[in-house]
């Protein structure tokens, strides 16, 4: 079984840079006296270290279909991270990382 297939952890969220597989931290910003999430930092799910960040609601980026939801976080969209050697895909649901062609449940 390859990297990019194996099982994936839960998104464990972090109030740190995210370290190991699939750890996620929020990044927030005050916007007109409210706190909102505008971003998400994680790790490769498979193992391999790589970063990737993830900014809501920015102009130039596209919208991840992020649910919002700190508990359980879900991006409606696949992702990939591009310098995983393995060059892992899937998707963020419900608070776990689903490698590309399983099932969403």
């Keep these: ?19 190991h597989p699939g750890e996620v ?3 927030c910003e005050n916007v007109e006296g409210l706190e909102a999430v505008c ?3 994680t790790r490769c799910p498979c193992g391999c270290g790589a970063e990737r960040f993830f900014w809501f609601g920015a102009a130039d980026e596209p919208d991840w279909g992020f649910n919002y939801d700190l508990a359980r976080p879900s991006m ?16 963020l649901t419900h608070g776990r990382w689903l490698p590309r062609g399983t099932r969403r449940g």
């Design 39 to 41: 971003g998400l930092a």
């Design 25 to 27: 931290a929020f990044y």
């Design 1 to 19: 079984m390859s990297a990019h297939r194996t099982a994936s952890p839960n998104a464990r969220i972090v109030a740190r840079t995210p370290v």
């Design 76 to 91: 409606a969209k696949e992702v990939g991270f591009p310098n995983c050697p393995h060059a892992w895909r899937g998707r």
